[in-house]
C-alpha cells in the first residue's frame, strides 16, 4: 500500500507539473506576436491588407458605408448620397491602384463622404466610423504633399 501512494503521488505531482509547463508556451495570437501597438482604434493590422501602401484601406470604407447605409432611413436623397460617395472612391481607387495620385478625384471623395456624414440620418456609431475614414483620407491627403505619383 505505501508503494501505491507513492506512485500515485509522483504521477499526480508530474500531471500537475506538465499542466504548468503547457500554460508557460505562447503559440501564435497569443502573448507571442504581440501586435496591438501595431493596430489602430479599430482593430486593423497597419501592415495587412487593411493598410497597404500607407494608404487607407478603400475595401474597409467601401463595407463602413455599406453597413451604415443598411443602418440608415433610406429616401432618395440618402439613397443618391451614398451612392455618390461610393463611386466617388472606387474612382480615386482605380487612380490610385493604376499608380495615380489624383488630388481633384480624393478632393471629390472626401467631399462626398461628409455629405453622407453631415446630411445624412446615421446611427451616432455609423456616423462616427465615417468621420474617421473622412479624416484618414485627409491625412492620407496631407501625407502627400507633393500631389505626384509617389507611391507608398
Not at 508530474?14 to 506576436?33: K, M, V, W
Not at 433610406?74 to 480615386?92: S, V, Y
Request: glycine share 8%; net charge positive.
Amino acid at each position: 500500500m505505501p508503494g501505491f501512494t507513492f506512485r500515485s503521488l509522483l504521477c499526480g505531482s508530474l500531471l500537475l507539473t506538465s499542466f504548468a509547463a503547457q500554460a508557460q508556451i505562447y503559440g501564435p495570437g497569443r502573448y507571442g506576436d504581440d501586435d496591438r501597438y501595431d493596430r489602430d482604434d479599430r482593430g486593423y493590422r497597419r501592415d495587412g491588407p487593411y493598410y497597404r501602401r500607407g494608404a487607407p484601406s478603400f475595401e474597409r470604407i467601401q463595407a463602413d458605408l455599406r453597413y451604415a447605409e443598411s443602418n440608415s432611413y433610406r429616401n432618395h436623397g440618402e439613397i443618391k448620397r451614398f451612392d455618390k460617395a461610393r463611386e466617388e472612391l472606387r474612382e480615386f481607387q482605380r487612380a490610385w491602384n493604376s499608380g495615380r495620385f489624383d488630388r481633384h478625384e480624393l478632393d471629390d471623395t472626401i467631399g462626398a463622404i461628409q455629405k453622407v456624414v453631415d446630411h445624412g440620418e446615421l446611427r451616432y456609431r455609423d456616423r462616427e466610423v465615417l468621420q474617421r475614414d473622412v479624416e484618414s483620407l485627409r491625412e492620407f491627403r496631407t501625407a502627400c504633399r507633393d500631389y505626384g505619383a509617389r507611391r507608398w
